[in-house]
């Protein structure tokens, strides 16, 4: 592994290991010195590649941020109808809510901070109208809203739920709001 200012996947090293970090321990327990750590940098590097925690945690987040958008628009660009995009919104729910709770926790974290903080109210909000965009292609504004939200919703509850609903109850209520689209 290049070490110094030779390697150049130290920056994302960082990143994902406060991402990583967050998902286990939570945004309340990052420091320097934890992240470095788990990313295997040195120390001083933290500060060379971010002015502080807080550009730290908001690159993370952005970087976040950008992984949902992208696995939004791969689901949805492919599909070709109206019908393909209920089933791809329908795949996106499951795929969020079966697969690792590392995305979730991120999310929810995120959240937290929008709550408390305006720059990352603003992120959430891009984040949200990315989104939409995407669902707008298949589905009128209206209705892209309501689907956004669908599907946070849809997949907290499928994660968190010990014995969570069907793909059957999930496309059925994809097609309830699409109803009119």
């Given at each position: 592994?290049?070490?110094?200012?030779t390697?150049?996947?130290?920056?994302?090293?960082i990143?994902?290991?406060?991402l990583?970090?967050?998902?286990?321990?939570?945004?309340?327990?990052?420091?320097h010195?934890?992240?470095?750590?788990?990313?295997?940098?040195?120390?001083?590097?933290?500060?060379?590649?971010?002015?502080?925690?807080d550009?730290?945690?908001?690159?993370?987040f952005?970087?976040?941020?950008?992984?949902?958008?992208?696995?939004?628009?791969?689901?949805l660009?492919?599909?070709?109808?109206?019908?393909?995009?209920?089933?791809?919104?329908?795949?996106?729910?499951?795929?969020?809510?079966?697969?690792?709770?590392?995305?979730?926790?991120?999310?929810?974290?995120?959240?937290?901070?929008?709550?408390?903080?305006?720059e990352?109210r603003?992120?959430?909000?891009?984040?949200?109208?990315?989104?939409?965009?995407?669902?707008?292609?298949?589905?009128?504004a209206?209705?892209a809203?309501?689907?956004?939200?669908?599907?946070?919703?849809?997949?907290?509850?499928?994660?968190?739920?010990?014995?969570?609903?069907?793909?059957?109850l999930?496309?059925?209520?994809?097609?309830?709001?699409?109803?009119?689209?």
């Amino acid at each position: 592994m290049a070490t110094g200012h030779t390697d150049p996947q130290r920056r994302e090293r960082i990143l994902t290991a406060t991402l990583d970090h967050i998902a286990e321990e939570g945004v309340a327990s990052v420091s320097h010195r934890k992240i470095a750590a788990r990313a295997g940098v040195p120390l001083g590097s933290m500060t060379y590649h971010f002015k502080g925690i807080d550009e730290l945690l908001h690159e993370a987040f952005t970087r976040f941020a950008e992984h949902v958008a992208a696995l939004f628009e791969r689901r949805l660009n492919a599909a070709e109808s109206a019908e393909e995009a209920r089933e791809a919104v329908t795949d996106l729910i499951h795929e969020l809510s079966d697969g690792p709770q590392h995305d979730l926790i991120v999310t929810h974290e995120l959240y937290t901070l929008a709550a408390r903080h305006p720059e990352y109210r603003e992120l959430t909000r891009k984040w949200m109208i990315r989104s939409r965009q995407v669902l707008e292609r298949h589905f009128d504004a209206e209705t892209a809203r309501q689907l956004d939200a669908l599907i946070e919703g849809l997949a907290l509850h499928r994660a968190l739920d010990t014995a969570p609903h069907d793909r059957q109850l999930t496309s059925e209520a994809v097609k309830r709001i699409t109803r009119t689209a």
